[in-house]
């Protein structure tokens, strides 16, 4: 089993539709979940990251973390066709300067105007 | 305030061979990690660095090295290369002290060829 498990996709969705992004994860000790955006020949950017059980917004993104479950996900509403990436969500474990890093390996996006 | 920086952006090595590859992080930053990406296995970590030390190493065999100098710029290395180490390689900044864990910028990447 990976450690950070990622539909690989591609995620069809059209334009202005929800997408839906789902992360799970397997080390229950993990703390801190992020997401990064990649786009194609470029390096990941970070999106937004999550903590603590629940959702968390950001304009039209929201990232939703269930820590029971072990599963972390991120809606992308109105979803736009500059929005066509590569999504990849990262499981930190531990903190200050020792941290594990855990990249899942990503879910392709693609909005259809 | 000027992003990570990788060198050189493209190479073409052959079997056998070694490589060294360079980051400069953002100003301040002092932490540095390096990650390989391919499209199979997409971002493995290779390690990570702090005040010259190397705090956090993945998974990769004794070839893949790295060192780290005090101005916080660091280098890797791969020696003897192999086909399969062709792959974009990343390199990630951090500050730590000031952001959140985890929030890693990356540089553009160093894209290596093995022929």
């Known amino acids: 089993q990976k450690e950070v498990e990622q539909n690989s996709g591609p995620l069809s969705v059209p334009e202005g539709a929800i997408a839906s992004l789902n992360c799970t994860y397997s080390d229950r000790g993990s703390q801190s979940f992020f997401w990064y955006r990649q786009y194609s020949g470029k390096s990941p950017e970070l999106i937004m990251f999550?903590?603590?059980?629940g959702d968390k917004e950001d304009g039209r993104f929201t990232a939703q973390l269930n820590k029971a479950s072990q599963y972390v996900s991120l809606l992308i509403r109105d979803s736009q066709p500059s929005d066509s990436a590569t999504y990849l969500c990262a499981v930190i474990r531990g903190s200050g300067g020792y941290q594990k890093v855990t990249f899942g390996t990503g879910t392709k996006l693609q909005v259809i105007p | 305030k000027a992003g990570v920086t990788q060198t050189p952006r493209y190479l073409i090595k052959t079997r056998g061979q070694q490589v060294t590859l360079s980051c400069s992080p953002i100003?301040?930053?002092?932490?540095v990690s390096w990650y390989q990406q391919t499209p199979g296995q997409g971002l493995q970590f290779l390690f990570e660095?702090?005040?010259?030390?190397?705090?956090n190493k993945g998974n990769f065999p004794g070839r893949f090295s790295g060192r780290q100098f005090s101005n916080s710029r660091s280098e890797m290395n791969v020696s003897t290369l192999e086909l399969g180490d062709s792959a974009l390689y990343l390199c990630?900044?951090?500050?730590?002290?000031?952001?959140?864990?985890?929030?890693?910028?990356f540089g553009e990447g160093s894209r290596l060829t093995v022929l």
């Open positions: 100003s301040g930053h002092r932490s």
């Open positions: 999550i903590y603590s059980n």
């Open positions: 660095y702090f005040s010259e030390t190397q705090r």
């Open positions: 990630a900044s951090s500050s730590l002290a000031g952001g959140q864990p985890g929030e890693l910028f």
